[in-house]
């Protein structure tokens, strides 16, 4: 969530600050987002008599999706621009941060931004620009490819709606190991294919079949 921009000041408040943008969460299994607009920017500071407002930052977007499919849209957390004023000019508000996770994705004419919000005019001197968000895209799980016989035709699939993997072997095994990437055993899964890892933080941990030497890696982000 974007925070708000500074007030300016002549022994007391002159330009307010502007409001910093919201905070989007979407999450589920499908997600089509076609011909639209998702804003979290931050507000425009007030003009001051003597001392204007600094713009609001850009607040933050998040999509969680097994799949994606974004056509035609956009997605913005700007910061807003600083207020004009006599004396000093209100800073501009920085870009906020989108981060977008899939498992399948598809998108065309997606467009995003988190651009800076730019510095308010002053007689004395103009605000500074703010400074630039950051965009995360990318898949949910990362697969690393095997060459063991048995990990030949894996697939790891999420299931972000109940925090659970899907595990595809050529043969199904008696029971697999994950475990964290310094090489403590995290957890013991018996057999079936479907995998809870609600109880994971985040972070890199790898699965291993009870008789097999090497492992298969995957990326877990929450």
Known sequence: MG??????????????????????????????????HILSIGMRGND????????GSGGGIKIFGDT????????????????????????????????????????????????????????YGNGENGGTGTIYFGPLVVVEENITENFLKTKIRPLITNGRLMLFLKEDPDRLFIYDKIGRMAKIINKGNEIDVSDLNSGVYFFKISDEERAIKFILIK
């Open 68 to 123: 994606l499919m974004l056509r035609y849209s956009s997605v913005l957390a700007g910061g807003g621009a600083g207020g004009d004023a006599e004396g000093g000019g209100g800073g501009g508000g920085g870009g906020g941060r989108i981060k977008i996770f899939y498992a399948i994705l598809d998108t065309n004419h997606l467009s995003l931004s988190v651009g800076a919000g730019a510095g308010g005019y002053g007689g």
């Open 3 to 36: 925070s708000g921009g500074g007030a300016g000041r002549l022994g007391s408040v002159d330009g307010f600050g502007g409001k910093g943008g919201a905070l989007v969460y979407l999450k589920g299994q499908k997600i089509i987002i076609d011909t639209s």
């Open 48 to 55: 001051g008599s003597y001392e204007a407002g600094g713009g």
